[in-house]
C-alpha cells in the first residue's frame, strides 16, 4: 500500500540545477534519497526525520544539494545545485518506519522506481 514515485530527473549541463520530487502514500515515514550510478553500488545521499528536524547529508554531496518535505502535500524534495557528470545516477526514494535517519539502503523498508539524472560536460 505504501507507494514512492520520484519525477524531475533529466538531462542537464554541468554547473546547472534540478529539483527531485517524491510523492508519497501512507504514514509519516523517515525518508532519504539514494542514488546509483554506471557500475557502482546504490549509495546514500541526503536524509530526512519525520518532521523534517533532522537531516543527515553525504560529503559527497554537502554544500550542493538540500532535502526537504512537505508533508502537507505528501512529497519530498532534493535540490540538486552545481551539478557535476560525477553526480549522473539514478536517484531513489526511500522511507523506513523506524524514527532514526540511517545511510545504509539495507535499513529501508520502501523504494520508488527511481529517475535518472545525466549531466554533461
Known amino acids: 500500500q505504501v507507494q514512492l514515485v520520484e519525477s524531475g530527473g533529466g538531462l542537464v549541463q554541468a554547473g546547472r540545477s534540478l529539483r527531485l520530487s517524491c510523492a508519497t502514500s501512507?504514514?509519516?515515514?523517515?525518508m532519504a534519497w539514494f542514488r546509483q550510478g554506471p557500475g557502482k553500488d546504490r549509495e546514500f545521499v541526503v536524509g530526512?526525520?519525520?518532521?523534517?528536524?533532522?537531516?543527515i547529508t553525504a560529503d559527497s554531496v554537502k554544500g550542493r544539494f538540500t532535502i526537504s518535505r512537505d508533508n502537507a502535500k505528501n512529497t519530498m524534495y532534493l535540490e540538486l545545485n552545481s551539478l557535476t557528470p560525477e553526480d549522473t545516477a539514478v536517484y531513489y526514494c526511500?522511507?523506513?518506519?523506524?524514527?532514526?535517519?540511517?545511510?545504509?539502503?539495507?535499513?529501508?523498508?520502501?523504494w520508488g522506481q527511481g529517475t535518472q539524472v545525466t549531466v554533461s560536460a
Open positions: 501512507g504514514p509519516t515515514y523517515t
Open positions: 530526512i526525520s519525520r518532521y523534517g528536524g533532522t537531516t
Open positions: 526511500a522511507a523506513r518506519q523506524l524514527v532514526s535517519v540511517q545511510r545504509e539502503a539495507a535499513q529501508y523498508d520502501y
